[in-house]
């Protein structure tokens, strides 16, 4: 029998991502151990008080199903939460809860996208993001922001790329894989330019909101922006913050219509998030939140541990971050260069199978996030695996000779 696949999974690609993980994970079981920073979750655990409410949550026989948006409770947690952190105010009705941030945007972007809809997404983007939409029928629009602007969106580059079709503004801050977080002034900046824009929403993609560095404080595009909050569309969730990417739970909050549309999407398709879950969340986001600064700061120092050493290398350039887990060194110095095998390094994507191959070390290249060539690291890993990762870069870069 012949499976006919659906128009619209023509224009999704296979994951650069997974392919990478399949080559890295033969790699290592062909018995050579591999040091892994193509990691999107945090090398913590999740903490005992939310594992303690979810057991608490089963035997107490919350297994049932629960309302589409997701609980009451959960959602309240949720609205306190981003009066006490954000001073925003939301209601009941303009939250709700799915099986993960991306889920969130899934729901989103079905609830809104007709053939031919534009949704602008800066590159380097999350990898997720244009085949997300072309599932959704819409068509990405790429901007290329490059490192001279720390790779954050220009409000010249917002205007030149808007056009009467354009749906949705992809906004992610702290960003995988750049950690570059936009400043309130250049939030205020892009504001202006929507303000003449009213059929352009945004999605503030801010799973990352917790992990900023050097006492950097967070400001969502609302925040200098008040104005937007018809059209803005804030996405985030437990799973960074908490350490809980296996437990899929993002929340959104937005405009009541906006997010009731989301919940007949969800309605017809997960129903939704796991109610283990979302009992769990509710501990996590009213609990403790000490260690959330404690995990911030290891994950400032670690990112030093990578620009000190990756800033030694003459042919990488590095540029320091602002949150997030991850780097994204520039490699084109590299790129043209022949290894000791003769091969010739052509590509960001050659980098990295010759960085895995040869010095077992796996990195993310940049093609797979829309602006080459670059890499990204996460460091989702121990100092003592960061240095020695590095220092297995550096060693393999200097064995590289020219090619003419
Ligand atoms: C920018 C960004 N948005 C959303 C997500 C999805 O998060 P979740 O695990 O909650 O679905 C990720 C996960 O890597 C991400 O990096």
Redesign the pocket.
């Known amino acids: 029998m012949i499976i006919i696949p659906a128009d619209r999974l023509g224009a999704v690609q296979p994951s650069m991502i997974l392919g990478l993980v399949q080559k890295a994970r033969a790699v290592a079981a062909d018995g050579h151990p591999i040091i892994d920073l193509g990691i ?1 979750e945090p090398d913590f655990t999740t903490p005992d008080h939310i594992k303690a409410a979810a057991i608490a949550a089963i035997h107490d026989d919350q297994t049932r199903y629960t309302v589409v948006p997701g609980t009451p409770e959960l959602r309240s947690a949720i609205a306190r939460k981003f009066i006490r952190e954000n001073s925003l105010s939301y209601s009941a009705d303009q939250i709700t809860v799915a099986g ?4 969130v ?1 899934f729901n989103a972007l079905m609830a809104t996208l007709s053939k031919g809809d534009e949704v602008i997404i800066p590159a380097p983007y ?1 990898s997720s993001y244009p085949d997300m939409v072309a599932v959704a029928d819409g068509t990405p629009v790429i901007v290329d922001c490059p490192q001279s602007q720390m790779f954050l969106i220009s409000p010249e580059q917002l205007q030149a790329a808007i056009t009467p079709r354009t749906r949705w503004l992809m906004l ?1 801050s702290p960003s ?1 894989p750049t950690g570059g977080v936009y400043t309130s002034e250049q939030l205020e900046a892009l504001a202006r330019v929507l303000r003449d824009h009213p059929q352009v929403m945004i999605m503030s ?1 801010d ?2 909101e917790h992990l900023m560095f050097d006492g950097r404080k967070f400001t969502y595009i609302l925040n200098v922006a008040p104005d937007l909050v018809d059209r803005v569309l804030i ?1 985030n ?1 437990v ?2 913050v908490f350490a809980m ?1 296996g437990w ?3 929340y959104g909050a937005g405009p009541k219509a906006l997010i009731a549309q989301m919940n007949t999407v969800q309605g017809q398709s997960s129903t939704h998030a796991c109610s283990i879950s979302q009992a769990a969340s509710i501990a996590a986001i009213d609990g403790p939140t000490d260690f959330i600064a404690e995990r911030a700061a290891s994950f400032q120092a670690r990112r030093d541990v990578v620009v000190t050493a990756l800033g030694a290398v003459p042919e990488l350039s590095v540029l320091s971050t602002e949150g997030a887990f991850y780097l994204y060194p520039n490699c084109a110095g590299l790129i043209g260069k022949r290894t000791s095998e003769g091969l010739v390094l052509s590509t960001d994507a050659d980098v990295c199978t010759w960085l895995l191959e040869r010095q077992r070390v796996s990195v993310v290249p940049g093609v797979a996030f829309g602006l080459s060539p670059y890499f990204k690291i996460s460091t989702a890993a121990s100092k003592a695996q960061l240095s020695e990762a590095c220092g297995r870069i550096a060693t393999a870069v200097a064995t590289l000779e020219p090619t003419q």
């Open positions: 999107d993960g941030a991306k889920q945007i999350w992610n995988n993609d799973i990352y996405v969730g799973s960074k990417t899929r739970l993002g």
